[in-house]
């Protein structure tokens, strides 16, 4: 998803995450109208949603593993499961050696890949990364995409909002271009318009 500064990329993932309720329209996923939606319901409608924040949303004084490991904590798995299934996702995004580290004690790249791993922790249906690679080099953030396309292939919706043109250009991926609130254009194997 693209577009300017201010053309609503994050308010729609925020309405996906229904942190906003629309001022018009229905927003439905997987067939549920995502405004009428019970306490209950939502909690269990969040339980299919990773995010991925800018900003690595981190808890400081927990290390990497227990940060991870927190949202399957949260809805009710055996500690068992918990480490093995962490374990696997540290593998995944090749953290493996930092579990028992804490944030303070990473780099950019290490902080993001620690926030997809907790966002995939519980094996979400839907994936959304706000400006994921907006504080990282170049090299890092290949490879940060290169995790979300190996999420995207294990079967996860994954919605990228991001400002990075090369990297929208050569995924050559769907590209859904967002103008003042509105979808603007939506392109198969697309590429980052400026105009």
């Excluded at 609503?8 to 309720?21: A, F, M, P, Q, S």
């Excluded at 990473?106 to 249906?125: D, F, H, M, N, T």
Aim: hydrophobic share 40%; glycine share 8%.
């Amino acid at each position: 998803m693209t577009g300017p500064s201010g053309a609503g990329k994050t308010t729609i993932i925020k309405l996906l995450l229904r942190e906003y309720l629309p001022s018009e329209g229905v927003i439905s996923v997987d067939g549920q109208n995502l405004a009428k939606l019970s306490s209950k319901e939502l909690t269990l409608y969040r339980r299919k949603v990773g995010v991925v924040f800018q900003d690595f949303k981190l808890i400081g004084d927990r290390t990497v593993f227990e940060n991870v490991a927190l949202p399957l904590e949260m809805i009710g798995r055996e500690k068992e499961e918990i480490k093995g299934k962490v374990s696997k996702i540290l593998e995944l995004v090749s953290l493996e050696d930092r579990a028992s580290f804490f944030p303070a004690q990473l780099a950019g790249g290490e902080l993001q890949r620690v926030c997809l791993a907790r966002a995939i922790s519980y094996q979400p249906k839907i994936l959304l990364a706000d400006e994921p690679t907006g504080n990282l080099d170049p090299t890092t953030s290949w490879q940060i995409m290169k995790l979300f396309k190996k999420v995207n292939r294990m079967g996860t919706t994954v919605l990228i909002a991001t400002h990075n043109v090369e990297i929208v250009d050569s995924l050559k991926e769907r590209v859904l271009k967002i103008e003042k609130g509105a979808l603007a254009k939506d392109q198969k194997g697309g590429k980052y318009e400026l105009k």
